[in-house]
């Protein structure tokens, strides 16, 4: 297409559990670009044959399209459309119009994109530095970001306030914490159903759950994990924390006794539970490079944050 044509300059793909992400990336390109998000255009695909209309944004009339990469994206009913419109555009076009974010910890990358293709590293440029990749890659491809006007300067500022002012009824009320606690409460549900498809998956990898209130302790391969909920009020979520402190043993816990030395605490990591603009909720490391976990992507990432520090461990003692 001619450089005139495309109707809009940037088209995200993501799976379901990346939208905040993608979300977040559109709010910050949407003044200067034509931008194409499935969850904000909504209107544009009802009543249309979702599949072709998919092939169209992905495959003609999107400048660049920027894919937010795990190792199953293209695996789902939307993911696998674009996907194969991507692909078939590819195979016309070249690969120049691909933009890849890997979420995955190593990042991957599709085996059928170029290894010259060079993609966006979100923990070494930010979200705010990936977005600015995205406007810099839409340039060179011939767009032209314009400026934001006025008053749709105003209309995002309004969208932010009123946001803000939501986020801080939601931190302090009955319903944010009893929210919190119930996504703990499933935050131990999902670490129990990962540690018993383990035993089918790994078997000689043997890790025991135990939990009593607001804190849950995993054992094995010689060390110990605490995750700890502290909630000091029932109407705020203020200084809310989830403590999660990797041991060189069992973790302090009730009725537990120590016959020798006491374990120390190696790691430590600090979340906390927040609103996400999609109305999500999330957990927040306070890392603040890192990026928000839903409750299940949580417990996938202290589980392989658990076997991650084992390895590294008996690598050492190797050495």
Request: glycine content about 6%; charged content about 30%; overall charge negative.
């Amino acid at each position: 297409m001619e450089a005139s044509e495309y109707k809009y300059d940037v088209a995200f793909s993501f799976l379901a559990e990346d939208e905040a992400l993608a979300t977040e990336l559109n709010d910050l390109l949407q003044a200067r670009l034509r931008t194409f998000l499935y969850s904000k255009k909504q209107g544009e695909i009802a009543g249309t044959d979702g599949e072709k209309s998919f092939n169209v944004v992905f495959g003609q009339e999107a400048r660049i399209v920027v894919v937010l990469y795990r190792s199953n994206w293209g695996q789902t009913p939307w993911t696998r459309i674009e996907e194969t419109a991507i692909r078939n555009r590819g195979y016309d076009e070249g690969y120049d119009f691909v933009k890849l974010i890997p979420l995955d910890d190593p990042p991957s990358r599709p085996k059928w994109l170029p290894r010259s293709q060079l993609w966006i590293g979100l923990k070494r440029w930010g979200v705010t530095g990936a977005a600015s990749a995205i406007e810099s890659r839409v340039e060179e491809l011939g767009g032209n970001p314009r400026e934001e006007t006025v008053t749709e300067r105003a209309a995002r500022l309004e969208r932010s306030l009123q946001f803000a002012e939501k986020r801080k009824r939601f931190l302090d009320s009955n319903e944010g914490v009893a929210a919190a606690d119930g996504e703990f409460q499933a935050l131990r549900l999902e670490l129990e159903q990962l540690i018993a498809a383990l035993r089918t998956s790994a078997p000689s990898i043997s890790l025991e759950l135990k939990f009593v209130q607001r804190q849950i302790v995993i054992l094995g391969l010689l060390q110990g994990l605490s995750i700890k909920w502290g909630c000091y009020w029932s109407n705020s979520l203020k200084e809310a924390q989830l403590h999660v402190g990797l041991w060189n043993g069992h973790p302090p816990f009730p009725n537990i006794s120590y016959a020798w030395k006491k374990p120390t605490e190696l790691d430590v990591m600090e979340f906390t539970f927040d609103l996400l603009p999609t109305e999500e909720h999330c957990w927040i490391c306070s890392d603040t490079a890192a990026r928000p976990f839903s409750t299940k992507q949580l417990a996938a990432h202290l589980l392989k944050f658990f076997m991650d520090k084992a390895d590294a461990r008996n690598k050492d003692r190797r050495d």
